[in-house]
């Protein structure tokens, strides 16, 4: 079923801000499209967000009439963003801070308390955090292997807590950002965050399979529980000349400040990511996998039903809790 956006009413009238009985009857407007100004103030909150693909992210969103918030691990960071970025926003709306280490589960706990109490909605949330950390091992505060808990258990936590808040938009979109590198994946439920078989590169390939793989099972829980308003699809932004690969070994930082002029942009690198956010043409679809703004079949032998399944209910067991709080 395909939904008019709210600010192109069959009516020809502008229908102004979705009362409640209305909302499931509207998608999310791509604004950057709408030649109408609205009251109704969509939000999106972009992780990451205070530098590459996720500051550009939360730049262009503010461009096309999101209210803003970045979630950021660090405040002088952040606030230097905010800074940047609201003079860019629409009038009257606002780019927000929210300070978060996605890999301590008790902060995003907080984290996502806070955003509960301060916001009535939320209608677009992109998973766009992520790094690739150095040669040796190293557990975080939650205890799981940094990468796994940074790149794959911190959002599906964060977005375990926000579903509620996405739930009270008309149409509210999940945006995963993963990477091709999820080919090099080689997980292993017995490890899961690689005691014992770590590599820096293992590890982030596994995380950003588990990325895909998320996604896709989300999809099928959504639909399987009747969610039709939140959708939520994955991408390969591109080889992006960011900060990636400043958190890693000497090899992999010297091998991207090498390759940066032959690397996509920040600008290029986020727009399957914008696409995903606010596109009318994506809507109504959930669960794919995106590479330059257009579907991808995703090659991996591990991506099974069952293992699909076998990830959701070990990440269940790692962040401590079920996904879904009934
Ligand atoms: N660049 C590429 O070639 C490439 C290719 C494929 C996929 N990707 C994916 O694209 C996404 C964005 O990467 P990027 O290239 O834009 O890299 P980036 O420039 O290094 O940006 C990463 C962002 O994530 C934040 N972050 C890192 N650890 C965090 C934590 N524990 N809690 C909260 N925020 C944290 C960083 O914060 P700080 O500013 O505080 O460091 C930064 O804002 C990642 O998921 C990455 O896997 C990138």
């Not at 192109?8 to 100004?37: D, E």
């Not at 992210?57 to 002088?76: C, E, F, S």
């Amino acid at each position: 079923m395909t939904l008019p956006c709210y600010c192109h009413p069959t009516s020809g009238k502008s229908a102004g801000a979705p009362t409640l009985p209305q909302r499931v009857a509207y998608s999310l407007p791509s604004l950057a499209n709408c030649h109408m100004t609205t009251s109704f103030e969509p939000i999106a909150l972009v992780t990451g967000a205070t530098s590459g693909i996720g500051k550009v992210t939360a730049q262009q969103l503010a461009r096309q009439g999101y209210h803003v918030v970045l979630l950021a691990r660090n405040a002088d960071k952040a606030a230097r963003t905010r800074q940047e970025i609201q003079p860019e926003a629409w009038p009257g709306r606002r780019v927000d801070v929210l300070l978060c280490d996605l890999s301590d589960l008790n902060q995003v706990r907080r984290a996502a308390e806070e955003f509960n109490q301060r916001y009535a909605r939320l209608d677009v949330l992109v998973n766009n955090a992520g790094l690739v950390f150095g040669n040796e091992r190293e557990t975080s505060a939650s205890g799981p292997e940094m990468t796994l808990t940074t790149n794959h258990l911190g959002p599906f936590l964060l977005t375990s807590l926000l579903l509620p808040k996405l739930q009270q938009s008309p149409a509210a979109r999940i945006v995963n950002v993963a990477s091709m590198a999820y080919q090099f994946a080689k997980p292993d439920f017995a490890t899961l965050d690689v005691a014992g078989s770590y590599s820096p590169m293992r590890a982030y390939a596994n995380s950003k399979l588990f990325n895909i793989m998320f996604t896709q099972e989300l999809a099928r829980r959504l639909r399987e529980r009747g969610i039709h308003n939140v959708s939520t699809n994955s991408l390969h932004p591109g080889v992006v000349a960011s900060n990636f690969g400043s958190n890693s070994t000497w090899l992999t930082r010297a091998f991207y400040k090498v390759a940066a002029p032959f690397m996509t942009s920040s600008e290029d690198g986020a727009q399957t990511s914008i696409y995903l956010a606010t596109a009318p043409e994506v809507a109504q679809t959930s669960g794919g996998y995106f590479v330059k703004q257009r579907p991808e079949a995703v090659k991996s032998g591990f991506n099974t039903p069952d293992n699909a399944q076998r990830l959701w209910q070990e990440s269940e067991r790692l962040v401590g809790q079920p996904f879904f709080q009934e």
